[in-house]
């Protein structure tokens, strides 16, 4: 069984403030890593896609990855209310995608 | 374009009854999945596709079955409905299995069983 743990929240954070989210992972085979942010009851929608240790930036998120620690983060910097979501932390094994249970960020104005 | 298509976005089924789930998409990708949703819950892989013809199971795939006779279409079966597959389906679809291809989602469609 592939793992993904995501602390589940809700993380609560002033608008403005850096959010941190983190994701650990149980296979070492896992290739590439993907943030979604997914509204209530709407579908998953891409963030953004990490593959190679270190950080990687775009606009406000950066995420970071740390292959030796299985572990993959996502800050989203300048928080906004419009942030206020459920991430969704995804690892691939070749054509599989498997999926955290995502942690609920409420950003307070 | 309109990517990942799903019907219906709203069903509801008595215990018993069998209901296929639609999905397509034209984006011509080889890679098509059915990911389930329940409350507060992350996605479950139910059943993938890596090309017409070909699929396999994924972490969940009691209950269900899958067909794929075009790159386009990927239906889910689900036969004999349990309260149990009470949940929201999402159809997503890729491009390759290189790691930096994303899924694409469909809207979804929220399963209710009685």
């Known amino acids: 069984q592939k793992e993904v743990e995501q602390n589940s929240g809700p993380l609560s954070v002033p608008e403005g403030a850096i959010a941190s989210l983190n994701c650990t992972y149980s296979d070492r085979g896992s290739q590439s890593f993907f943030w979604y942010r997914q509204y209530s009851g709407k579908s998953p929608e891409l963030i953004m896609f990490i593959y190679s240790n270190g950080d990687k930036e775009d606009g406000r998120f950066t995420a970071q990855l740390n292959k030796a620690s299985q572990y993959v983060s996502l800050l989203i910097r300048d928080s906004q209310p419009s942030d206020s979501a459920t991430y969704l932390c995804?690892?691939?094994?070749?054509?599989?995608?498997?999926f955290g249970s995502g942690t609920k960020l409420n950003v307070k104005p | 374009n309109a990517g990942v298509t799903q019907t219906p976005k709203f069903r509801i089924l008595k215990i018993g009854q069998s209901m296929t789930l639609q999905c397509t998409q034209d984006?011509?990708?080889?890679?098509m999945y059915w990911y389930r949703q329940d409350p507060g819950m992350g996605l479950k892989l139910i059943y993938y596709?890596?090309?017409?013809?070909?699929?396999d199971k994924g972490e969940v795939p009691n209950g269900y079955n899958v067909s794929r006779s075009t790159t386009e279409d990927f239906p889910l079966r689900l036969e004999l409905a349990a309260p149990s597959q009470t949940s929201v389906y999402f159809c997503?679809?890729?491009?390759?299995?290189?790691?930096?291809?994303?899924?694409?989602f469909g809207n979804g469609t929220r399963l209710t069983v009685t």
């Open positions: 984006m011509n990708h080889n890679y």
């Open positions: 596709s890596v090309g017409a013809g070909i699929t």
């Open positions: 995804a690892v691939t094994n070749f054509n599989k995608f498997y």
């Open positions: 997503a679809s890729s491009y390759s299995d290189r790691g930096s291809s994303p899924l694409h």
